[in-house]
T-cell receptor, first 113, second 111 residues
């Protein structure tokens, strides 16, 4: 499979806990995006990486959210002190470059109880 | 983050009918894309139209772009029950490298 993969596919956690969501982009794609989608809404931009650096993190809602991409491939989205409002599907996408069409992964459904 | 507006929010039609969805956006763009999503999960890319194009076709899909009105439409002809899904437009607003999605149109096609 050469597509974008995300793990886990589902994550249930309790309020206040820490979670990590992983994204494996398509090999060779330098651009990587994280989006969050709440029920009935369109995907909301969180952060964009070009290589190892966060080129645009303007969509992160607050300092509980953090993402890394240390080697320019796999990325991890980290959420501290989760709140019920963080419940959503978290989508990852990768692209050959910042201006080319992104390919989306299947998402991780996060439920905070 | 800002999102485009799409209308209608929901659309119900019979198989064989055409479905038209509209999208408006706010700033200058390089391109506009349409995506399809089933059951709130994976987004499937349908078509990309560049800012210097006015119309594009792909199979039963027809997309138009009017940059003077900052709007686009997606037409699905001869709809099928399998077309039932949510449809989103997305733009690279403000010439950034991120996609900004609209609020989506939920299409239901009855057999």
């Amino acid at each position: 499979g050469a597509g974008v993969s995300q793990t886990p596919s589902n994550k249930v956690t309790e309020k206040g806990k820490y979670v990590e969501l992983r994204c494996d982009p398509i090999s060779g794609h330098t651009a990587l995006y994280w989006y969050r989608q709440s029920l009935g809404q369109g995907p909301e931009f969180l952060i964009y990486f070009q290589g190892t650096g966060a080129a645009d993190d303007s969509g992160l809602p607050n300092d509980r959210f953090f993402a890394v991409r240390p080697e320019g491939s796999v990325s991890t989205l980290k959420i501290q002190r989760t709140e019920r409002g963080d419940s959503a599907v978290y989508l990852c996408a990768s692209a050959t470059s910042g201006r080319s069409r992104p390919f989306f992964g299947p998402g991780t459904r996060l439920t905070v109880l | 983050s800002q999102q485009g507006e799409e209308d209608p929010q929901a659309l119900s039609i019979q198989e064989g009918e055409n479905a038209t969805m509209n999208c408006s956006y706010k700033t200058s763009i390089n391109n506009l894309q349409w995506y399809r999503q089933n059951s709130g999960r994976g987004l499937v890319h349908l078509i990309l139209i560049r800012s210097n194009e006015r119309e594009k076709h792909s199979g039963r899909l027809r997309v138009t772009l009017d940059t003077s009105k900052k709007s686009s439409s997606l037409l699905i002809t001869a709809s099928r029950a399998a077309d039932t899904a949510s449809y989103f437009c997305a733009t690279d607003e403000g010439n950034t490298d991120k996609l900004i999605f609209g609020t989506g149109t939920r299409l239901q096609v009855f057999p």
